[in-house]
């Protein structure tokens, strides 16, 4: 062998034994880290959440850790919880409801937020407009829009033609429901239904409420959209079996537990596609220039095994307007 020759073995033969080593140097997939904090329990949003990262390529304890947060349905909590997944340095901050996205807001100007529920974020003034959020946040409105709520009703009233007398349940926890009360008042004079109205936003609250619906004679309960609503679902849902009341509710979860209908914007999907922004921002991207989305459909799930319990035959007109049925 050469002298060239001999050189070019002795290098080749030098990269090859330290190519295993500079293989193992290599810095392996960074983590980053993401503040979870949600009013209600976070499993299925949660879920959803991991889901839309995995599509992305983020494995939770490979390249991601999610600090998860409950607000057990009590807005009062966020600003600690928020405060709380913030002093762990994280990278993005999750929030859900209008609620926990104004105490995000408050909480820091720095670090990137994403909402994933907000009834009318621009209302509330979390972005200046929808396409240029502005600022450290963007995320996903669940858009309800004016006159949503009295589409609760009307459906109510389809599927159960005689009915004359409904209660309405709503809370203070969500901040947009003060025009949801407003919308579906609106609605009841015009479809000659008597309408009563029930506030509860704490426990207490609450227990006062079903009782007085109980004893009102009312035919049909609307459950309207709240964090609050959201941690009492299975009450709620028995409540309503125990008097026979068919009961329209705000979020597809009501409905796969055993509610007979529910009516809006998939929630589980907001924070499936909030995956989308948080990866974006790791990315480098500005929240304030990724625009908030809006959800691409509302869907109608009615329970068909809860219509046969409470002795309701539900009209095909309504059934073809469905988007799920559960048998």
């Known amino acids: 062998m050469g002298q060239i020759g001999r050189r070019t073995f002795l290098v080749s033969g030098a990269a090859l034994l330290l190519a295993p080593r500079a293989a193992r140097a290599q810095p392996a997939d960074k983590m980053h880290r993401i503040g979870f904090v949600v009013s209600t329990s976070p499993g299925a949003r949660r879920d959803a959440f991991l889901g839309g990262l995995r599509d992305l390529g983020y494995i939770e304890g490979r390249n991601i850790h999610i600090e998860t947060r409950f607000a057990e349905g009590r807005p009062d909590r966020f600003p600690g919880l928020i405060q709380e997944v913030i002093r762990l340095r994280i990278d993005v901050l999750v929030v859900g409801s209008t609620i926990g996205a104004r105490a995000a807001r408050q909480a820091t100007t720095t670090i990137p937020i994403v ?6 974020p621009v209302a509330a003034g979390l972005v200046a407009t929808l396409a240029r959020p502005g600022g450290n946040i963007t995320g996903f409105s669940l858009a309800y829009g004016d006159g949503f709520a009295g589409k609760w009703l009307e459906l109510l009233q389809q599927a159960v ?4 007398h409904v209660a309405a349940l709503w809370s203070s926890s969500n901040a947009a429901a003060a025009g949801f009360v407003r919308e579906i008042q609106a609605a009841a004079r015009v479809l000659d239904v008597r309408l009563d109205m029930h506030h509860a936003a704490t426990p207490p609250e609450l227990d006062g409420a079903l009782t007085a619906i109980g004893g009102s004679g009312a035919r049909g309960l609307i459950v309207m959209p709240s964090p609050f609503a959201a941690t009492r679902q299975g009450r ?9 009341l068919p009961a329209m509710y705000f979020a597809e979860d ?9 009516y809006g914007p ?5 924070y499936r596609r909030a995956a989308t922004h948080v990866d974006k921002i790791l990315k480098g991207a500005r929240p304030g220039d990724i625009p908030v989305e809006q959800p691409t459909r509302f869907e109608l799930t009615i329970n068909l095994r809860t219509a046969h319990a409470l002795g309701l035959r539900i009209p095909e007109s309504v059934l073809l307007r469905a988007g799920r049925t559960l048998e």
């Open 115 to 120: 909402f994933a529920g907000s009834s009318d």
């Open 161 to 164: 033609p005689d009915i004359a």
């Open 236 to 244: 709620l849902i028995e409540f309503a079996a125990s008097k026979r």
């Open 254 to 262: 009501f409905a796969d537990a055993g509610g007979l209908m529910s």
């Open 266 to 270: 998939s929630i589980v999907e907001a």
